[in-house]
């Protein structure tokens, strides 16, 4: 299966503060990356997310910044809050791979487990 | 509009025994996958389905667990003779399609399995 490597594994910031998450990958036929929020004894959800066409995609104080080149992709969380603590995950899918019924399916990185103090 | 359903939430077995995990994917989806979480991990990917189908199970040990989705009914993951090493949460996504067409998944609580 393919790697997306996440890190940190864990984050602490101060309320106000800005929380950065960092993924990298290897496959160049990933074109699409989502992130996924997961509170504690919940299912993951969807956050946000980006194509590789673009560079940086923003949602309220959620902002992704990706680079193609570098084969990385980060999620910044400006004016962190308390209600933010959780684990973050960034995934990756090959749309290609998918429509070929092969891979149909996210990569996860491992996961950074954040928390915002108050 | 409930979302996707998982059952039992909690479940604790002993070593030997058999687990089912059921998933009711959110209405209108026909696409099923199922993930393990070991505590402390990130998510990782087991098995594909659509009704009635495996379309992609390269996740899935080769012995004790097998994943099915009936034309009726819920899709179940079952994981015969357990060990303590498959205690972990295991979490349902179901899609509209296949996720290469939006990418994305929707999630189901979990269903978290102890195995003493």
């Known amino acids: 299966q393919q790697q997306v490597k996440q890190s940190p594994q864990s984050l602490i910031v101060q309320k106000g503060g800005i929380s950065i998450i960092n993924c990298a990958y290897e496959n160049t036929a990933f074109d699409y990356f989502p992130w996924y929020q997961q509170f504690p004894g919940k299912g993951p959800a969807l956050l946000i997310a980006?194509?590789?066409?673009?560079s940086e995609k923003k949602e309220g104080r959620f902002t992704i910044s990706f680079n193609k080149s570098a084969k990385q992709f980060s999620l910044h969380i400006m004016d962190s809050q308390p209600g933010d603590s959780a684990t973050y995950f960034c995934a990756a899918i090959s749309w290609r791979e998918a429509n070929n019924n092969a891979g149909n399916m996210l990569t996860f990185g491992g996961g950074t487990r954040l928390m915002v103090k108050p | 509009n409930a979302g996707v359903m998982q059952n039992p939430r909690h479940l604790v077995r002993r070593r030997g025994q058999e687990a089912r995990l059921r998933c009711s994917p959110m209405k209108g989806h026909s696409h099923v996958y199922w993930y393990r979480q070991l505590p402390e991990e990130g998510l990782k990917f087991m098995v594909y389905l659509q009704k009635e189908n495996i379309i992609d199970e390269s996740g899935m040990p080769k012995e004790r667990f097998s994943a099915e989705f009936p034309k009726e009914g819920p899709s179940i993951l079952r994981i015969q003779q357990v060990v303590r090493g498959d205690s972990a949460a295991y979490f349902c996504a179901s899609s509209r399609s296949g996720t290469g067409l939006s990418g994305e998944l929707f999630f189901g609580e979990g269903s978290r399995l102890t195995v003493l």
């Open positions: 980006i194509r590789p066409d673009v």
